[in-house]
Structure formats: structure tokens, C-alpha cells
């Protein structure tokens, strides 16, 4: 009798629990859902238990929404589960001809062969390829180049994603695809911006810089405290227009924009290292057009660090090249278009007219996904993926209210250190995917906003409260 009612204590006891957590959550749903924020917003959201089964929460999380950033762990996902983890791109340096060692002279061309890797020379990592060539040119001591230097493929189709607004095209977050990819694809302009408001700024630096490239300058000094500047012009276009206000300052205010041709870019730099080396390069023709020997194989990081570079920086440029990269034994036409065809076709073998791609980053707002196949993607990396594979995306995912583009939400709050996931917003979007961490357990969580009229800053302030008075009720 006594373990009868012992049994039957816990039963009732642990379905008042339920009942008790399922009223919290509705409650803060129902809260959320009546923000007067949100009138206008079409919401999207989905809760899952730590099982990956068990609906807790869940409010039209079978409509498409526009998902920005968060679109980069499909791609991410994707490249870790297609070219795994431990994957680097290579860059061939050699040359077609002889090596006179006892002149120092190259009798032929020097080639470089690329192949897409984003990391070449960029900001987000320590090793440096030219550092690299430098010390091997000095190691084979050549100082004379007879023929010429050649980055191939010669007719590298530098590109953006079609569906991308022209206002975009022009800035560093617009950036495109290129086998020469070189520096993120990114220029910093530096601007004096030391004079009375309404003086066009003047541009003091250009990093790194191009003969090619040609900037026109209509940017004026503003009374905001914040940049809004716009650059204007599409890949292979050689001019940028930049316009719009930067606030005053005494010392120099940076901008990033995207470069017009990574190729034009890596081959001054290439040369420039020449100049500073004393080699010479002659330019004669050689009938040669197959490599002879190999002078240098340049590696990117592993794949593992270059997904946290995409999640964790929120970077559109690695996230572009991580896709077509996972195409390319499936596409004959290296474009990001193609490739965004072919990630839609990898991911609706599960998630059948729930997810549609135009790109790899989320800056397209053709992309649409629902709320119920983000959540899925989450419980597919938990159930389905290597630990290693696991571990590489788990490992990308920035903290919320610590690191990464999550810095600042949910800060002195409850779900502090207690969400990792990715965020994504652009005007009138605002989204946000991953687990919600407690008592060791994983739960599955998203929310997505958009068309909203009011302030980015309310929207995302609602979302924090809800995914705070949801973590309360766990």
C-alpha cells in the first residue's frame, strides 16, 4: 500500500509540475505575442524538449520567415558534415620552366594556383600566405623572373549572389565569391572626418590598395554619433561610390568596403612583395603552361576554425565560400547561385518545402525557413552528427551575454552563459536559433520576427524577456 501511494504521490506531483511549467510557458508566449511592439510583426516560435521530440512551446512554427544570419548553420552544418571538420583549402605556389639555381633565375612563370580559400591573408587569422612565400622565395634565393606571374585560374569569375540589393554590393558585408578570394574581399578606407559638419571627409588611407580601383568621394562629416556611410558598386565595377555621413572625430574613422576584384588585389600584393624582395620580373612568353615543380603548398586552418569564424563572427564572406566549396563535385558552374540551389536540394531530403536558399549567409531575403526546421537542424547536430562534428558546431556557437554577436543579449539575465546560438537581423528581421542550457540539458529553441515597424532595440529587448521567462520556467 505504502509504495502504491508513494507511486501514485510522485505521479501527481510530477504532473502538477508539467502542468505548472506548460502554463509559464504559455503565459510568456501569450505576453510575447501581445507586445505592442509586435503588432505588425509576423512571429514565429518553436520549443522543444531536451528529448528533441517533445513540443514545449510552439506559435506558427510551421510559416517561412525570412531568416538573415541564421542561415549560416545550415551552411556551416552542411560543410561540416560534407567536407568535415578536419578539411583545408590549398593554395599552389610553383612554376612552369627551370630553376637556375646557379643564376637565381626562374626560366619560365610563376604560378598561383587558387582554389577559394576565404582565410587567404585575412583579418580573422594569424598565418599569413604572403609571410609564407616570402620566406620560401628567400629560401630558393630567385631574383630574376623571366616570365611572368600568373594566379589561375586566369578567368576567375568574381560574383555576388544575385538576389543581393544593390546597396549591399558595394560594402564589406556584401563581398562576393572568388577562387583569388584575398583579405576577406575587403578594403578599409580611413577618413578625416575633423571639420565642421556638412564638409565632405576626406579619405586619408586605403587598405590594401589597387591601381585599379577608384574611389569617389561624396561622404560628408554628420551630427550622429554613428556611421552611415554607403559604398555603391558591383563586383569587377572598378569604381566605388561612397557616400552618406561619418561623425566627427580627431583621429581617423574607419570603413569597410568590398574590393572590386580580389585578383587585381592579391597580384599588387604579390608584386609589391617582388619589389620589396629585388626580384625582378622580365615578362617574356614561354610556351610552358603546365607546372614543373612545386615551389610552396599554403593551407588554410582546418574547417573547425573557419565555422566559428562564420558563427561566431557572423562572417558572410567565409559562410559564401563554405557553400560553394560543398558544391563543388556536384555543380559544373562555380557560382553562389548554384550552389545555393544545390545546399536547398542537400537539405530538402529532411526538410521537404521548409527551407528555401538563394545564399550561404542570409543576406539575401529570398531565403525563408520555418521555425519547426531550424529546430530540427538543432536535434539533427545533436542526434546525428560525429562527436567531432558535434563539437565543431557546438564550438562555433557564441554565448549569450559573453561573446560573440550574442554579446548583448540577454546580459545580467538569466539565460547569460545559458544560450549558444546564432542570431540573425537585418532591417524588419530579427531572429535567433539554438539550445537554452539547463541542468546539463540541451533544448532546442527558436524564435523569428519579421516585418516589424518599431526599433530593432524593442524587438530584440521582447525577445530577451521571452527567452528569459522561458529559461525560468525549464
Not at 557546438?394 to 554579446?407: D, F, H, Q
Amino acid at each position: 500500500m505504502l509504495l502504491r501511494f508513494l507511486i501514485l504521490f510522485f505521479f501527481h506531483l510530477n504532473l502538477f509540475f508539467v502542468v505548472a511549467q506548460h502554463n509559464e510557458l504559455e503565459t510568456a508566449l501569450e505576453k510575447f505575442k501581445n507586445n505592442a511592439n509586435l503588432t505588425s510583426a509576423h512571429i514565429g516560435v518553436q520549443l522543444l524538449d531536451s528529448d528533441g521530440e517533445t513540443k514545449l512551446l510552439s506559435y506558427q512554427d510551421d510559416k517561412l520567415f525570412i531568416p538573415a544570419s541564421v542561415t549560416k548553420l545550415w551552411t556551416t552544418a552542411m560543410a561540416t558534415r560534407t567536407l568535415k571538420p578536419k578539411y583545408k583549402f590549398k593554395t599552389v605556389v610553383g612554376y612552369c620552366g627551370e630553376l637556375d639555381t646557379s643564376n637565381h633565375t626562374l626560366k619560365g612563370d610563376l604560378y598561383f594556383i587558387m582554389t577559394g580559400d576565404p582565410s587567404l591573408e585575412s583579418r580573422f587569422i594569424e598565418q599569413s600566405f604572403l609571410n609564407d612565400l616570402r620566406q620560401i622565395l628567400i629560401k630558393r634565393k630567385i631574383k630574376v623572373i623571366e616570365g611572368s606571374i600568373k594566379i589561375i585560374p586566369a578567368d576567375d569569375n568574381y560574383h555576388t549572389c544575385s538576389q543581393w540589393l544593390w546597396s549591399d554590393l558595394g560594402n564589406y558585408y556584401g563581398a562576393g565569391y572568388s577562387t583569388s578570394t584575398f583579405m576577406d574581399n575587403m578594403l578599409e578606407l580611413y577618413f578625416n572626418t575633423n571639420f565642421s559638419i556638412g564638409d565632405t571627409c576626406k579619405i586619408l588611407n586605403v587598405i590594401p590598395n589597387s591601381a585599379t580601383f577608384l574611389l569617389t568621394n561624396e561622404v560628408t562629416v554628420g551630427n550622429q554619433n554613428r556611421d552611415l556611410s554607403y559604398a555603391f558598386g558591383a563586383p569587377l565595377q572598378e569604381e566605388r561610390v561612397i557616400k552618406g555621413k561619418l561623425p566627427k572625430r580627431n583621429s581617423p574613422y574607419k570603413v569597410k568596403v568590398s574590393m572590386h576584384d580580389p585578383k587585381d588585389f592579391l597580384n599588387e600584393s604579390i608584386k609589391e612583395l617582388m619589389k620589396l624582395l629585388n626580384i625582378r620580373e622580365l615578362n617574356n612568353s614561354f610556351a610552358l603552361n603546365t607546372l614543373t615543380d612545386t615551389l610552396m603548398v599554403y593551407h588554410s586552418p582546418e574547417l573547425s576554425e573557419l565555422v566559428k569564424i562564420v558563427n561566431f563572427e557572423s562572417n558572410n564572406n567565409y559562410a559564401e565560400h563554405l557553400m560553394v566549396e560543398c558544391s563543388k563535385e556536384y555543380t559544373d558552374f562555380l557560382h553562389i547561385d548554384t550552389a545555393a540551389t544545390f545546399m536547398e536540394s542537400y537539405w530538402s531530403q529532411s526538410f521537404l518545402n521548409e527551407v528555401y536558399f538563394s545564399d550561404g549567409s542570409g543576406l539575401s531575403r529570398k531565403n525563408l525557413v520555418t521555425p519547426q526546421a531550424m529546430n530540427g537542424l538543432l536535434v539533427h547536430i545533436m542526434k546525428d552528427f560525429y562527436p567531432n562534428e558535434k563539437e565543431c558546431i557546438l564550438g562555433s556557437l557564441p554565448v549569450a551575454g559573453i561573446s560573440g554577436t550574442l554579446k548583448y543579449i540577454g546580459k545580467k539575465t538569466a539565460i547569460e552563459g545559458n544560450f549558444i546560438g546564432k542570431s540573425g537581423s537585418m532591417g524588419g528581421v530579427r531572429c535567433y536559433t539554438g539550445y537554452l542550457k539547463k541542468n546539463k540539458e540541451y533544448f532546442p529553441f527558436t524564435v523569428m520576427v519579421n516585418h516589424f515597424l518599431v526599433s530593432d532595440a524593442k524587438v530584440r529587448r521582447a525577445i530577451e524577456n521571452l527567452m528569459e521567462e522561458i529559461y525560468l520556467a525549464l
